[in-house]
């Protein structure tokens, strides 16, 4: 038996089961009157609500579409060709036999009045369109952008379809339409990204026909399920077993019965209160609000699963979604379907096969062959008593109606500027409330500062009290890609893109004075010293390090408490006078070295005059060796240089002896007494390091700069004036000079007499001279480079040489000078290794690219393909 989406049996013409069903009906259709019978108040407060709950609607102001202009629009708008013309006969045909068989269903959405008030049929309002954008080769991406670029108006009345359907131009150019205009554009966009998608009317909830959307919760904010991970249980004979339970078991059962007893008295209160407050805001019209939506069918685009996309959100749903009651019909460019399911489920139990005739109608039939349900349900009930040379006739017409194919789109076609693209909301900013959530949307350049998003989450459902803002960029020099601010905390989080002038990729701060707790992450490819992460405080700094030739992977220092707080002008001084308490390292196990010589654990004690050092474990051992050194004190190091065995205690797994001797152990110390001196330096360097950040960083914060793609040709128009006057000036200082282009081979030519036709001997010749040459000015390159980075060490070393020696002469500023400097110069020595490391690695390609242009010049080519 076939049913209709609203639920209602189509009756047959059997006895008593008929009878059955006419009852149904008249219940049923009794229901919908009384629906159908609410009073205009309601119907306008309907309406008021759904435009009040769009986002930012309030500021949007009321269109007249009546005011548009169509006299500029072309004449496939205006009037109607043959084919469309005998279209719209089909068309009508169709709905008077659907009315004649099935006359409790609502009349069918096919040809409304366009712009122009001509009647158009649904299917050709449909013009399949590729844009020339990346984003929307996608469905989420051309989702994406109907519902930013269009302003959402509500149907004038929310329980029938509107009386007219405006072409996809005309509403990209007004960005404002209802629920069908969306559907249309979006459905024409996604065909020509090759979806196989149709235009659906049907039926909604309150909150998907007035794009409610404060019940729901940010989609920005859900979290992916995790798989719950099953922990092994290692069972251990020696564990200590704990402690008998000594509570009562009657007296928890009696706790837990109460318990229970309240909660189950509580739920009840519960669900009564909730019943009273859902029977007060039921939506006397759920089931009989029109939307229309867009259905993506599985196939195509190695789409796996079919869904439905909301216009207004452009969010994905299942076809099982609950908020979805109902299809009425869909349509695409080829053709129209009615659905002749049952839809007391909603959408649930639909069977979305298009080609299967019992659940859908199709308008036009795909082969010569007449629709099954009118002219067979015409023949089964002879409903007409009329001649058999009139019914063959009218037979005859109908097939030929019927294998009729949809003429062209009659709609011009879709157009999108870049500018309009890149700009999309039409009032500048879009903002969409959510359950406890505020999302707000730029186009990009809108701000000074980038900003493109902003998420704000909310304590309260009136967006009030403010707990988490969240703000994305786009186009910054500085890389700034996101910043999270704990408004509950304080805590804020900066994440980067690849680029940042300090390889900077996470920033996670409560305030940018220095000595304040704080976390930066780095892009390792980027940093000589394989600093991964930095996290320091008042009193301590931990750095992590990834893929150090050393092994090292962590280092702890720790400083000792200020007992005075210095406010500087500058921003240098204050963390570097921490005087240094200890340096903890940690080192990765090196395959290389005996485990009872591969050094674990590091240790420097300042204060103490301390050094220990923490092998590995050997294997089958529980214990690691171990040496302590003790610094003799100054006055005995200026005296003597002797070890005494008092200065080092030692520990050797599996051994009671001491193997290592005293000399062995002095030239421990002096190393790593030496590397004491050096990993100081590191620590003022990496503290140096960290106030040029938060400066750079305070700087990029108070003059943001926007970058502008090359392609950006609107954007770059100043740098494109700018090189144009570059050349022009050129021109006008040298007005008798051609342009020409260089020769690389221009100066060896001169030398043997510039011929006319080169031999072969003097092609080898030039080959030789020409790649000898460059070879030399690679080698002079890699020198000179090699030049600046000795003497820049140099230079380093003299300094930290004169500081050791001045240190404690020296005032705050002049030890803050100095830091500055230190860093700077270790910026320049960083910069000229990698200079240096990547004329050693190109050099031998570009070797090998001009031997390869040598042979292929053609001048050469005769000579040198035999050589």
Known sequence: MVTRPGGEALADDRGSEMEVLEEKEEEQKEEELKALEVSSELHNMDTKLSVEQVSFASDVPDFDWNSIGTSQLPDSYKVNSPREKKLLRIAHHYHQQFAHLCPERKPLFLHPVNECGVEKFVSTTVRPTLLPYTELYRWDGCASFVSDYLTMEPLKCPLTPPSSLYSPTTILKYQRGNCFDFSVLLCSMLIGAGYDAYCVNGYATHDICSLDETLEECPLLRKPQEVPK?????????????????????????????????????????????MEAEELTRDRLCGLRVHAWVLVLSGKREVPETFFIDPFTGNSHSTMDEQFLGIESVWNHKNYWVNMQDCRNGCKDLVFDLSDAVHWEIMLSETDKPLQLLLGAEKENELFDRNMDDMEEEEEEEEEE????????????????PKEFETRCSQGRKVILYKKAKLEKWPPYS????????????????????????????????????????????????????????????????SMSPQTERVMEFYTETRVDGLQKLAENDNEMKEYFVGR?????????????????????????????????????CFHRNLQKPADEDVAERVFLMEEEMIQLTYHLKDKYITASKKDFFKPEESYRKQSEIMTPEMCITYQAGSSEQHTKLVHLYKLLRELTEEEKQLKQQVWRTQAEVLTILETRKNEEADIKLSASIYDTERNARKRQEYEAMVKAKKDEFPGQKEQDLDYLAPFLIQIGSPEKITRKQALRLRDDCLSDFKNRLVSKANIIQAHFEKEVEELQKRNQQFQENQNQLSEKE?????????????????????????????????????????????LAEHLSHA
């Not at 009136?462 to 805590?491: G, H, I, P, S």
């Not at 030739?549 to 707080?565: A, G, I, L, V």
């Not at 910069?831 to 010049?857: F, G, H, M, S, V």
């Open 230 to 274: 099953e922990e092994v249980k290692k069972s251990n004979k020696y564990r200590v077993k704990s402690p008998p339970d000594m509570c009562s078991k009657f007296e928890l059962q009696q706790e837990a019965k109460k318990k229970a007893e309240t909660e189950a008295t509580e739920k009840k209160e519960r669900e009564e209160r909730g």
């Open 402 to 417: 019927i294998s009729f194919a949809m003429p062209p789109s009659w709609v011009a076609p879709i157009q999108i500027s």
């Open 815 to 859: 030890e803050a000078d100095f830091l500055a400097d230190y860093s700077e110069t270790m910026f320049r020595i960083h910069i000229l290794a990698l200079r240096l490391n990547r004329e050693k690695q190109t050099a031998p390609q570009k070797y090998l690219a001009l031997e390869e242009k040598l042979c292929k010049d053609p001048r």
């Open 447 to 510: 701000n000074g500062n980038g900003l493109v998003k902003r998420l704000t989450v909310y304590a309260d459902s009136n967006y009030t009290k403010a707990v988490e803002v969240k703000e994305w960029f786009k186009n910054r020099e500085d890389m700034l890609d996101v910043r999270e601010v704990n408004k509950q905390t304080q805590l804020t989080t900066e994440y980067f893109s690849p680029g940042h002038l300090f390889g900077l990729k996470v920033h996670t701060y409560k």
């Open 549 to 585: 030739d050393d092994f090292k992977y962590f280092q702890h220092t720790e400083f000792r408490s200020k007992r005075k707080k210095v406010t500087l002008v500058g921003t240098r001084t204050d963390v570097n006078s921490r005087p240094i308490v200890q340096i903890k390292e």
